[in-house]
């Protein structure tokens, strides 16, 4: 059983940062690949970025460049470091952690891009 946590989310203006992270409980943290995902209002949940337990990245085109996935096995807590953030970033984000034959979510974090 792996619990996700999600922190970091809030109101930025066009432009801004935010630092998105997720606490998993558990013991298999170590293992998972983890990713971060999001929604929008009236549109399907879509992927933001992965990272496996070896560290390798996988990011979606609209924010590859702007976006930055890590991790810390010892914290057991990923990270999504967000720059030049967009009106169309808005949307609640999602850490998940895939473990193959299970998968787990977290509740989501609401970021919201306005002036």
């Known amino acids: 059983q792996v619990q996700l946590v999600e922190s970091g989310g809030g109101l930025v203006q066009p432009g801004g940062s935010l630092r998105l992270s997720c606490a998993a409980s558990?013991?298999?943290?170590?293992?998972?690949?983890m990713g971060w995902y999001r929604q929008a209002p009236g549109k399907q949940r879509e992927l933001v970025a992965t990272?496996?337990?070896?560290?390798?990245?996988n990011y979606a085109g609209s924010v590859k460049g702007r976006f930055t996935i890590s991790r810390d096995n010892a914290k057991n807590t990923v990270y999504l470091q967000m720059n030049s953030l967009k009106p169309e970033d808005t949307a609640v984000y999602y850490c998940?952690?895939?473990?193959?034959?299970?998968?787990?979510w977290g509740r989501g974090t609401l970021v919201t891009v306005s002036s």
């Open positions: 998940n952690a895939n473990l193959g034959v299970m998968d787990y």
């Open positions: 558990g013991s298999l943290f170590s293992i998972a690949t």
């Open positions: 990272i496996t337990s070896g560290g390798r990245t």
